[in-house]
């Protein structure tokens, strides 16, 4: 593959990322409890070179009526970012 098919694809995940849940703060993860936010930005993927991510920040935050998390990761291997949302919904008491 040559350098420019290889920057193509790396931007072609990259918008596939942004719309997957969590890729942007319109469509975040939904999770019950923050305890499982780790685990998951951890299995994302790097969008060049594949799942080698560490976090590196995590904000939280109020939107409305629930807890907002950003996390904001770093590939190990090259360097590249990605930021994943999450949204804390609690399971409503009866
Ligand atoms: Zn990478």
Same mark, same amino acid.
């Given at each position: 593959m040559s350098e420019r098919e290889q920057v193509k694809l790396t931007e072609t995940r990259r918008k596939l990322h942004a719309l997957e849940p969590g890729?942007? +703060?319109d469509h975040p993860v939904e999770v019950v409890s923050s305890s =499982?936010? +780790?685990p998951h930005a951890r299995g994302l993927a790097c969008a060049r070179c594949g799942p080698e991510l560490r976090i590196v920040d995590q904000a939280a935050f109020v939107k409305g009526a629930h807890v907002r998390r950003r996390v904001t990761l770093r590939c190990a291997r090259c360097g590249d970012a990605r930021v994943a949302h999450y949204v804390i =919904?609690?399971?409503l008491l009866q």
């Open positions: 890729g942007s +703060e =499982v936010i +780790e =919904v609690q399971p």
